[in-house]
Each structure stands twice: as C-alpha cells, then as structure tokens.
C-alpha cells in the first residue's frame, strides 16, 4: 500500500519563475492538503483540495494555486516565485475531507529559490 | 484563527529520562490535538492524537494529556532512548476541514 508521493523531491529555481509540485494521496483517500514548512519551522497550511475544489485556504497569496484531479492526485503552483518561498513543502492526505481526523504525510518537495 | 505555541524548543535528556513537552492553543472551539515526530529529512510522522472528550491517552512509552479549560495539552515520553531524538510538533484542529495549526517544534536529543 503506497502512502503519499510527492515529486521532484529537490528543486531549484530562481526569482519570478514559476514551480509546480505534484502528489499522489494514499490509497483509498479522497483529500489532499498542501503545508509550507520553512527551514527550523512548523508546517503551515496553505490551502485543502476535496472533491476538486479547494475547499480551505491558509493565509498565503494568489500566487499559490493548486488543482485536484479526478483520481485524487494534486498538484501545487507558486507563480512570480520570492526567495522567501524557499521552504519544505508538504503534501498531507486524509479520507472523507478529512473528518477522519488523522493526517498522512509525504516526504516533501524541497523548493530553493535563488 | 487558531495559535499553537510550543514550549520548549529544545530539550535535552538523558537515556532513561522522561522528557515533556507543552502546547497551549487560542480557540476554544480547537477538538482535535495530533503531535508528530520529524527526523532530520524526513517527513512528520503521527505519534498520537487526543480529542478533546478525552483528558489523556497513553501509548507504551508516550501520553498525552489535554487541559480543555486551561487550553493546553502536553506530550510525556518516559524512558527516553536515543531514537527518540527527533524534533517532535503539536497541532490543534478547530474545525473539521481537518486544516491544522502546528507549533513552532522542540528539538529533542536524549543523550546515551
């Protein structure tokens, strides 16, 4: 049973271009929330995707964006990227938007602005 | 929203030795309390959780206790070993989008 996979693992990218990170949830669950977990922080929420839409959203800017696909998977977009957009960023899912309470975690895409 | 702080941000135990960390949280509406274990380049891991109908839930070596009206909950690890060195987040849930507010983390070592 795979648990939840995040790609690339590592990325570089320079100021204004733009990134886009993907997920796969665990198998079986429908919900997808994306975090931000800056070096030596706790994670932040940036927004949560269920039945593909977003159904919460965190204090960050429009330039973060995300979509759900039919199959469950998500992906995440920073646009007009800023060095302070360099941070761990983490996928999370859970089952029935997430009224099961209990969030898996992926590894992480580690995104480094220069 | 929600506001979790986190006490302290660094601990250090000897093997054996129990370590304890707290979080106090703001809304009182906050119904679910998850802490998770992160190793170096690793991604955060559930530990244990408690829901807020429950003052304590204890787990082999670890427990966590929840204070609904003083609005803070704590973490108890007994007989420390040097795989527990880690750096442990609690969170709080105040609605049931499941979005959750974590703590700024405590880096544990535990010392052979």
Known sequence: DAGVTQSPTHLIKTRGQQVTLRCSPKSGHDTVSWYQQALGQGPQFIFQYYEEEERQRGNFPDRFSGHQFPNYSSELNVNALLLGDSALYLCASSLDGGQSGELFFGEGSRLTVL | ?112
């Not at chain 2, 006490?7 to 250090?12: F, G, I, R, V």
């Not at chain 2, 787990?59 to 206790?65: G, L, M, S």
């Not at chain 2, 609904?68 to 750096?87: C, G, N, R, W, Y």
């Open chain 2, 1 to 112: 929203g929600e506001n979790v702080e986190q006490h302290p941000s660094t601990l250090s135990v000897q093997e054996g030795d129990s370590a304890v960390i707290k979080c106090t949280y703001s809304d009182s509406a906050s119904n679910y309390f998850p802490w998770y274990k992160q190793e170096l380049g690793k991604r955060p891991q559930l530990i244990i959780d408690i829901r807020s109908n429950v003052g304590e839930k204890k787990d082999q070596r670890i427990a966590v206790t929840l204070n609904k009206t003083a609005k803070h909950f704590s973490l108890h690890i007994t007989e420390t070993q040097p795989e527990d060195s880690a750096v442990y987040f609690c969170a709080a849930r105040y609605n049931a989008g499941n979005m959750l507010t974590f703590g700024g983390g405590t880096r544990l070592m535990v010392k052979p």
